[in-house]
């Protein structure tokens, strides 16, 4: 019996915990409903029994609200998104403990009632672009407040500038992405617990003070992307809890100090975008702690600095990549043994490459628009860029290791490089750029086969600007591509037809080459080809039927004739550029390219077209150029030509035009109209008056 009566009791005060839990508090129930409809998401009323703490992101203890998450960051995200006020009624839910209403869409002021939460520890407000309200300065003294967030909600105004507006339970400030303005105020120190401040993409001006090395617990400081000048703080030297240091895109115009390697907990130090000269300290590339050195974008000079042989370092990216860098490449640089990622692009390093580099293992490296010259003997796993350099070969032994070939992006282009037979074991490798080098004969079938670890997988291959020749055949196994570029080589042959069966091709470049024979009906049977240029080959024939069309053609300079075929009208929903220049076309142009809505250029020149210009061709909304000029057109320019402000650029000289020039084609020079034409009249030509 006795045990009954404990299992009822016990069920009892079950029921009541459940109750307690779900019931909310008669003030607080009235107080969450007042703040959702003011939000936009509204929450209908009722007694003491609604059940708000039930609702989803809503949490409550003994019926008292103590969370409110509904953020459409969250995963998964609120229901609904906010699109109204902070009303004043969150300033009633004394037990509330933390607070979050990012990424939704609050507008207005934010409720300096906030500060009644004795108990709130964190807040979050960021990307709620339309608040829209100067820095609430009563929000940094909530007692309890352990965080608080409110990036990228349009905030402006100045930060305050007395102690007794900072909580010294403060551990986290997010501020970024605002316009705050002005310095920063000496008063931030008294927040003696922060742990990260973040003010990044803000309008602060002035010098970076010392006075934030007072605050001894910082671990990240982000100040990237304003308006500071002058020098770096060094007494930030003195931080040796800090972990992250972020002062890039300022206007900081200043030496780097050797000091700054007494900071022996930093992992990661971003001084890039400024203004910084001199030479990079040893002192720097030696710290122990050190896992992230970002340089790039500013005015460094010298040679890089020699790196000592140590097994203590743990630097493993670095970046001084546009910068002025002269010398020698820094042959110690292996002596960071945990690089994975290297760029040391865009300076004036003049040198070869030590080989000892293949003793890292790179995922990235870029060594590109440099003078560097010799033989590379250097790869990365994942990305590989040397353009714009002088080397003029590649170690076999390079690419022998198909675990080090670049498995996404190998790029050695404008550097003179004649043969592509080093370039193996690249199953993987997704874009290849060896154009703008002086690659002769044709191509290897260790360059294309993926049985023999060739780029049989690549998606975009650019062999430009080379001395390749032969025929197309090779590349028909290129399945995976979505681009192939040949421009300026010595391919003769014919336009393929098996073009079509490469399925995922976009940009097809084969422009100045010597091929010959008609164009491929089969070239346009898919409707992924979106860039086809075939210009300065030596093509003949007509224009096959344009079962699809892409949105750039190009087919000018070569020898194709006759009468541009009707189903040119395929394209008026997806051309922006045709270029049929420099070929023999006869006939009138047809009137259906008045149609062709999304036209930008139109280049028609040095043909046979007779005559006379189609009216309607005013009518695109879209054309930005029109060359009809040398042909053997007749009549009166249309009126409504000139009736689109769009059109940059017009040439219709080398025709036997007559009648006035419309009066909105004014604008355009005299060469517009001339040679010949000379029964045109009108400005900027003679007046018609005259004639």
């Given amino acids: 019996m ?81 699109e109204g006020t902070l009303h004043s009624a969150l300033g009633s839910l004394a037990y509330l403990q933390t607070l979050n209403f990012s990424c939704n869409n609050l507008r207005g002021a934010i409720p300096s009632a906030l500060t009644n939460l004795q108990r709130l520890t964190a807040l979050d407000l960021s990307f709620n672009s339309r608040l829209r309200s100067r820095v609430p300065q009563h929000l940094f003294r909530i007692p309890s407040i352990h965080t608080l967030r409110i990036s990228n909600a349009g905030l402006y105004g100045n930060l305050p500038t007395s102690p007794q507006n900072y909580s010294t339970t403060l551990r ?72 992250h240091l972020k002062i890039a895109g300022n206007l900081i115009t200043d030496f780097i100090p050797s000091v700054f390697s007494q900071m022996s907990s930093l992992k990661l130090m971003d001084l890039s975008h400024n203004r910084l000269y001199n030479s990079i300290p040893a002192a720097i590339l030696n710290m122990h702690s050190l896992e992230e050195l970002h340089l790039h974008h500013n005015y ?35 002596h960071l043994d945990r690089l994975t990622h290297i760029n040391l692009g865009w300076n004036r390093m003049y040198s070869s490459v030590p080989t000892n580099l293949r003793e890292l293992d790179l995922q990235h490296l870029d060594l590109s628009h440099n003078s560097l010259y010799g033989t590379l003997g250097v790869s990365a796993k994942h990305a590989l860029y040397a353009q714009n350099n002088g080397f003029d070969g590649v170690l076999a032994s390079v690419f022998s290791d198909a675990a080090k070939a670049p498995q996404k992006v190998l790029d050695l282009s404008y550097n ?35 049985g023999a670890g060739g780029v049989a997988r690549a998606k975009h291959l ?64 898919r409707s992924t080809l979106q860039h086809v240029d075939l210009s300065n080959n030596g093509l003949t024939g007509p224009i096959p039927d344009l079962t699809n069309c892409p949105a750039v053609l190009s087919l000018a300079n070569n020898s194709l004739g006759g009468a541009l075929p009707a189903s040119v009208l395929n394209c008026r929903s997806t051309l922006t550029d ?33 005559s006379s210009i189609p009216t309607g061709l005013g009518a695109l909304r879209s054309l930005r150029a029109l060359d009809l000029s040398y042909n053997h057109l007749e009549g009166s320019v249309p009126t409504d030509l000139g009736s689109r402000l769009t059109l940059k650029s017009l040439a219709l000289g080398g025709n036997r035009l007559s009648g006035q020039i419309p009066f909105l084609l004014a604008k355009f020079p005299r060469a517009s109209f001339r040679p010949d034409n000379w029964k045109l009249c009108g400005t900027p030509l003679r007046s018609c008056s005259m004639r």
């Fill in 2 to 82: 006795a045990a009954t009566r404990l299992r009822v009791t016990a069920l009892l005060l079950l029921l009541l915990l459940s109750f307690l839990t779900l019931a909310a508090h008669a003030d607080d129930m009235a107080a969450v409903n007042a703040i959702f409809n003011a939000a936009g998401a509204g929450m209908s009323g009722g007694g003491l029994l609604e059940p708000v703490c039930s609702r989803a992101g809503i949490s409550c203890e003994y019926g008292r609200v103590v969370h409110i998450e509904y953020s459409q960051c969250s995963d998964p995200p609120a229901s609904t998104m906010l």
């Fill in 172 to 243: 986290h400030l997010e501020l970024a992405h605002n316009l705050l303005s002005d310095s920063l105020p000496n008063a931030l120190t008294a927040m003696r617990n922060l742990e990260s401040l973040d003010l990044s993409f803000n309008r602060f001006t002035s010098n970076i003070p010392n006075f934030l090395s007072a605050i001894n617990s910082l671990r990240t400081l982000d100040l990237s992307f304003n308006r500071f000048s002058g020098k770096l703080p060094w007494g930030l030297a003195s931080q040796h809890n800090l972990l």
């Fill in 578 to 610: 045709l270029d049929l220049s420099r070929n023999n076309f006869t006939g009138p142009i047809p009137n259906v390219l008045s149609q062709f809505s999304f036209l930008n250029r139109l280049d028609l020149n040095r043909n046979y077209f007779s």
């Fill in 300 to 334: 460094l000079t010298g040679a890089f600095p020699s790196v000592a042989d140590s097994s203590y370092r743990n630097l493993k990216h670095l970046d001084v990549s546009h910068n002025r860098l002269t010398g020698d490449f820094p042959t110690t640089l292996h």
């Fill in 416 to 450: 003179l490089l004649y043969t592509l037979s080093p370039f193996q074991n690249m199953h993987h490798t997704e874009r290849v750029n060896l154009g703008h080098n002086s690659i002769e004969q044709g191509i290897p079938a260790t360059f294309l086969v993926d």
């Fill in 462 to 525: 650019d062999l430009s600007f080379n001395r390749i020749d032969g025929d197309l055949a090779p590349l028909r196994q290129l399945t995976a591509l979505t681009s192939l570029d040949l421009t300026w080589n010595r391919l003769d042959g014919g336009v393929p037809t098996w073009v079509s069966e490469l399925t995922g091709l976009r940009r097809l470049h084969l422009e100045a080459n010597k091929l010959g024979g008609t164009v491929p009906g089969e070239l346009f049977a």
